[in-house]
Structures are given as C-alpha cells and as structure tokens.
C-alpha cells in the first residue's frame, strides 16, 4: 500500500471517530431531555431553604407588643346554663322553692397585640364579648384598662385602644402571599402563664366552612396554640403579624397540632372600618345559594332576595355564578369577595343560564344589620373549640 492509500485511511478514520462522538453526545443528551425538562417543570424556590440557629431576636421584637387581657362580666346565676337539678341528677327542689337570682361576676382571659405606638390593640371578639371591664398586662408588666373601639362577630376581631403612647407593637405584614410550608410564630397567654412563644409552618391556607365564623378565610398553623392564645399574634419570621389566633380544632380542649388564625389583610380591614366608625359595613348580593356537596365551581342561585341588588340586575333562581370581576368563585370565596367590596360598587359576575353564559354588572348594596347566616352555613362542628 502506497503513502497516499495510507492517508485516505488515517483520514477516514478520523472523520468516523469524530462523528462517533458526535452521535454519542447526541445519544446523551436525549436521555437527559426529561430530566432537564423535569427541572424546568419544578416550581421555583421562593427563597433558600435555610434554617436560621435561633427565632431569638424576631420574639425579643414582637414579644413586647403581644398583651395579656382579662376580661370581667356580670351574670345572673338564672343565666349560667345548668340548674340545680341538672348539677344533681335525681334530686328536686321543693315546688315553690327558686334558687336565688343575683348577679355573679366571671372572670376570662386571653391575648391581643399591639398594632400602633398610639394604643390600638388587635384581639377576638369572643375574647372580649359581654365583658364590663378589660384589663390589658403588658410584657413589662405594666397594666392598662382598655376601651372597646369596636367589634366585628362574623370575622371574630375587635379593637380595643389604650390609654397610653410610645407603646411597642408589631408591624402588619399581608396574608396575600403566605405559602404552605412558611414558618409560623404563635405569641400569646396559654393557660395565663404569659408571653409564651411556639413555632410550627402554615399547614394550610384558605379554610373554610369550618362553622366556627360568618366569614372564613383562615391559616391553618401547627404552631401549638392552647386556651388563652385567642387573639394572640401568629407572626413570620421577619416578625410581621400575619394572622390572629382564634380557634383549634381539638377533642379535649387543648392542642393537637391544628389551630387557625383569622388572616391579618381581613383582620386589616375589619380594623380599619372599626377604626373609623366603630361598626363594619359590608356589602351585599341579595342571594341565596345551593349547598354545595360536590366541590363544583361557581356558586348556584337557591333564591333570589325581593328587591335586592341581584333581582335588579336581572339575576335567577338556578343561575350558576363561575367568576367576579374575573376571578373564579365558589360559594365561598363568592361571600368573601362580595363582603370585601364597599356598599355601591360595581361588579360584573360571569354567569351560566340554561347553558349559555353571559355577563351580568350588578351595583352591590349594603348589607342588612340584622341579616342572620345563610341558611346554607352548616353549625359549628363540636370538636371545634375556641380559646377563653
């Protein structure tokens, strides 16, 4: 074999072993496609996973602000709920014979935060419902009597205001963007030992049809919360209130790793309306809707109120409402929605009718002071238990 045979060879050669390579990159490549697409896929990191050695200096912030309350009320012993013969089963009074009426005096405790240097106080209203007098402890030591500012029953949230200035409190954060997974700080009075701090993540966002409120929205927290939490703060780890404190779920009165918070963009709200003129005003559809056992979309009209900003709208019986001003609903989120706007405002509801959709404005009114729950709320389970 000549010289040049030689070289035609040596370069065939090469050109086979460069396109060997080439084939065999290829060939890998396409066996990493699905994983590099599962990673395009996965949802992005809010931010680094990293836990800090110690919650230290966010409780010495946020410590200060969080208050003791002690409640006291006046009640009749005809008003206690068990009579004598019920506390003494078999046994029965002499006809005629009644126990004496007279005023007793009840005592409660719980918990609130302060929201401003000026004295407003963050709290539930069951906290301090029927109360006559309310003494506010701060974590110094220092007691205060509070005032009422207002109360809201179907969020669960009053304000209170105390007579003093420069007073400690803890910055309102948002709810809008808690995620499952965040670490949650409950700060309160359990057990009236005082500021007691717990930590857990938000265990669930969004809950609702629990009973336990008119309107529910809560955080869910494994945050260990106990009698004398309510109204106590559920903060992040930046220490801005998140979320107030309101009921566990339980079979004995303690914890057992499920507590709720009222979210603090409602609890906002609330505050500022009671705030401003010691009431809340809510807007209102005029609607009542089906009971809803299939976890459909959208909201079905059961009957619409005579007179009311739906029927003159042109809303009907079995109308089904998928979205408000754009945003899917349920018949939950549809309450939520319509009680955030302000009395007056225009709305366009997405609606379905006898298969054909089509958009309806509707010009909201103003909620009926003594309009009781819709027919369709179900009762407080009994496992539900608030803490006083």
Same mark, same amino acid.
């Given at each position: 074999?000549?010289?040049?045979?030689?070289?035609?060879?040596?370069?065939?050669?090469?050109?086979?072993?460069?396109?060997?390579?080439?084939?065999?990159?290829?060939?890998?490549?396409?066996?990493?496609?699905?994983?590099?697409?599962?990673?395009?896929?996965?949802?992005?990191?809010?931010?680094?996973?990293?836990?800090?050695?110690?919650?230290?200096?966010?409780?010495?912030?946020?410590?200060?602000? &969080?208050?003791?309350?002690?409640? %006291?009320? +006046?009640? /009749?012993?005809?008003?206690?709920?068990?009579?004598? *013969? @019920?506390?003494?089963?078999?046994?029965?009074?002499?006809?005629?014979?009644?126990?004496?009426?007279?005023?007793?005096?009840?005592e409660g405790s719980g918990s609130?935060?302060?929201?401003?240097?000026?004295?407003?106080?963050?709290?539930?209203?069951?906290?301090?419902?029927?109360?006559?007098?309310?003494?506010?402890?701060?974590?110094?030591?220092?007691?205060?009597?509070?005032?009422?500012?207002?109360?809201?029953?179907?969020?669960?949230?009053?304000?209170?205001?105390?007579?003093?200035?420069?007073?400690?409190?803890?910055?309102?954060?948002?709810?809008?963007?808690?995620?499952?997974?965040?670490?949650?700080?409950?700060?309160?009075?359990?057990?009236?030992?005082?500021?007691? &701090?717990?930590?857990?993540?938000? %265990?669930? +966002?969004? /809950?609702?049809?629990?009973?336990?409120?008119?309107? *529910? @929205?809560?955080?869910?927290?494994?945050?260990?919360?106990?009698?004398?939490?309510?109204?106590?703060?559920?903060?992040?780890?930046?220490?801005?209130l998140m979320g107030i404190n309101?009921?566990?779920?339980?079979?004995?009165?303690?914890?057992?790793?499920?507590?709720?918070?009222?979210?603090?963009?409602?609890?906002?709200?609330?505050?500022?309306?009671?705030?401003?003129?010691?009431?809340v005003t809510r807007a209102w559809?005029?609607?009542?809707?089906?009971?809803?056992?299939?976890?459909?979309?959208?909201?079905?009209?059961?009957?619409?109120?005579?007179?009311?900003?739906?029927?003159?709208?042109?809303?009907?019986?079995?109308?089904?409402?998928?979205?408000?001003?754009?945003?899917?609903?349920?018949?939950?989120?549809?309450?939520?929605?319509?009680?955030?706007?302000?009395?007056?405002?225009?709305?366009?509801?997405?609606?379905?009718?006898?298969?054909?959709?089509?958009?309806?404005?509707?010009?909201?009114?103003?909620?009926?002071?003594?309009?009781?729950?819709?027919?369709?709320?179900?009762?407080?389970?009994?496992?539900?238990?608030?803490?006083?």
């Open positions: 074999m000549n010289q040049l045979s030689r070289l035609q060879l040596s370069i065939v050669a090469a050109i086979m072993l460069i396109v060997g390579a080439l084939i065999g990159v290829k060939a890998m490549e396409a066996e990493r496609a699905p994983e590099a697409a599962v990673a395009a896929a996965a949802p992005v990191v809010r931010e680094a996973v990293t836990m800090p050695t110690t919650f230290a200096p966010v409780v010495k912030a946020v410590v200060p602000a &969080v208050v003791n309350i002690s409640s %006291s009320r +006046v009640v /009749r012993t005809s008003d206690q709920g068990d009579s004598f *013969e @019920d506390l003494f089963p078999g046994f029965r009074m002499p006809r005629g014979f009644q126990m004496p009426d007279r005023p007793q005096r009840q609130g935060v302060i929201v401003s240097a000026d004295g407003y106080v963050l709290t539930n209203n069951h906290v301090i419902d029927g109360a006559t007098e309310l003494s506010v402890v701060l974590a110094d030591k220092r007691e205060m009597k509070a005032r009422v500012v207002g109360k809201d029953a179907k969020t669960d949230i009053a304000l209170l205001k105390l007579d003093a200035t420069n007073l400690p409190y803890v910055k309102l954060g948002t709810s809008a963007n808690i995620e499952v997974g965040d670490i949650a700080l409950a700060v309160g009075n359990p057990f009236g030992l005082g500021q007691t &701090v717990t930590m857990g993540i938000v %265990s669930a +966002v969004g /809950r609702g049809g629990l009973g336990i409120e008119d309107y *529910e @929205d809560f955080i869910q927290t494994d945050a260990s919360i106990n009698p004398g939490n309510s109204g106590g703060a559920l903060v992040n780890v930046n220490g801005e309101t009921a566990i779920l339980s079979h004995n009165g303690g914890n057992q790793g499920i507590g709720f918070a009222v979210p603090i963009d409602m609890a906002r709200q609330v505050m500022t309306q009671l705030k401003e003129k010691g009431t559809l005029g609607i009542q809707m089906v009971p809803d056992t299939s976890n459909k979309k959208g909201a079905t009209i059961e009957s619409v109120v005579p007179g009311g900003p739906a029927e003159k709208a042109g809303l009907q019986k079995d109308d089904v409402i998928l979205t408000m001003n754009g945003k899917d609903i349920d018949e939950r989120t549809l309450r939520l929605l319509t009680a955030t706007q302000t009395p007056g405002a225009a709305v366009k509801l997405g609606i379905t009718r006898a298969g054909r959709d089509r958009t309806v404005d509707v010009s909201l009114g103003t909620m009926p002071a003594n309009l009781d729950r819709a027919a369709n709320e179900p009762p407080t389970p009994p496992r539900l238990r608030r803490r006083y």
